[in-house]
Every structure is written in C-alpha cells, then in structure tokens.
C-alpha cells in the first residue's frame, strides 16, 4: 500500500485521516445530542469536557488533512455512471469538509464567547463575554450538525448505490 496517494488510489495517510475522523464522530454527535440534555453538574462537565477534546483533535485532523490533500492532490474519481456524478461526488466532500470546519469552529466560539477560556494550537485563547453572540454560533453548531448529518448519510448512501445498482465497489478505494 502507498502512503501517499496517487492518481487512482489514496494512499495510507488519507485513509487514516478519513477513518479516525469517521470513527471520532461517530462518538461525537451522539454525545453532543446526549450532552444538552444533562443537568448542571459534575457528570455535565466530565462529558462537556470530552466533548471539546474530541471536537478539537476533529479541528486539528480536519486542518491537517486538507494540508495533506493540498500537498498530496486525492485521486481521481473513475468514470461517471450517469451525467453529473464526478461534480456531486466531490460537492459532498466539498461540503463534508466546509460544515467539520463550521461545526468545530462554532463549538468552540460558543465556549469563548461564553467567556470560557480555550487551548487552540497550544494558544490559550480568551474573548470578551458576549452572549447574544454564543447563543448564535450554538444555533449555527446545531444546523451545521444537522447538515453534517444529512451529508454523511448522503455520502453513505451513495456508496451503497455504487455497489448495489452500478457495480461498482468503491469503498475497497478507501480500505
Ligand atoms: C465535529 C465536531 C462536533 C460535533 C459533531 C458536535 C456535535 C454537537 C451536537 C450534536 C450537539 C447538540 C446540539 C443540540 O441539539 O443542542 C452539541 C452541543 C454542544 N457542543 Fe458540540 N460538536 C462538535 C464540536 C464541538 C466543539 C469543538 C465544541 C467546543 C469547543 C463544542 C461545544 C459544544 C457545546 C458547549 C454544546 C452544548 C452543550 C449545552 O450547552 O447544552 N462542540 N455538539
Ligand atoms: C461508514 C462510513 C463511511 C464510508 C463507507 C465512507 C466511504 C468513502 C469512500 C469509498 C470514499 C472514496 C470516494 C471516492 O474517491 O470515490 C470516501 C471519501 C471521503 N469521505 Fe467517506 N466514508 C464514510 C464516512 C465518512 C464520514 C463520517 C466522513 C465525514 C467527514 C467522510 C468524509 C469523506 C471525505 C471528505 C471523502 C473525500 C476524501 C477526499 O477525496 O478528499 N466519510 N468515503
């Protein structure tokens, strides 16, 4: 296996990004919908905590993965099965990308803005209380949750189409 990708395989640095982040978030969105229901307490903040560890090493993969994908282009998609598909199919890792970002990003200046202090990228980082706006980048968290959502079971299903109706086993790409 290559480490790095080429024109029609990724290569092992690529699937370990999309795997760890894939397995992190599954964790982390039921624990985030878990989370707003806790009472105030030492559970709360035991799981809060967990929350943004595993909200911030999401961030830091997401950054470093784009990195790898600007140093080391992905492969090309194959042939398109019906008109369109090469667009879509990249729109969604577009989108996949854009909305890891949104979420992490508003997570964290939810907390900030709450006057909460932050380690980010070993700066601790500490903004003035304004809680009109933690309480619109905790709305702008939830919908870019929802989306996350939406994408990722787009991009599953996709996956299953590709095996079941064009033949086409795409996942060993990324095995
Ligand atoms: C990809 C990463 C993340 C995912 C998938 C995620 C997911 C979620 C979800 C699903 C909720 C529940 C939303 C609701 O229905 O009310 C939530 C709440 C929350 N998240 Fe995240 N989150 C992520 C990253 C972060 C980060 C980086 C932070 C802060 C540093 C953060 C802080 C919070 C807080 C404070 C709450 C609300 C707790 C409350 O006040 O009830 N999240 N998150
Ligand atoms: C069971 C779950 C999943 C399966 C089976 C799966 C499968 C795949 C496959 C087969 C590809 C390669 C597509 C191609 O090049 O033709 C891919 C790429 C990708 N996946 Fe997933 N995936 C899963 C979960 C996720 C999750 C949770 C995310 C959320 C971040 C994600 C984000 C991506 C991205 C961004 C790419 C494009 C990589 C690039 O070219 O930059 N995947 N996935």
Redesign the pocket.
Known sequence: MHITNSISEYGLIAKLFHWTIALI?IL??PL??Y??NLDYGSQRISI?NI??VF??T??YLTIFRLLNNILNPVPQLRSNSFIGQKFIARLNHLLLYIT?IL??VS??L??LFNGEQ?VIFFKEIKLENNFKLADQFYDI??YA?YL?IVLISLHIFAVIVHKIFFNDNILKKML
């Open positions: 978030l982390q969105i985030g919908f989370l707003v809060e929350h943004i909200g911030l999401i961030f890891l979420v992490t997570g964290f939810k907390k932050l968290h939830i949750n996350l």
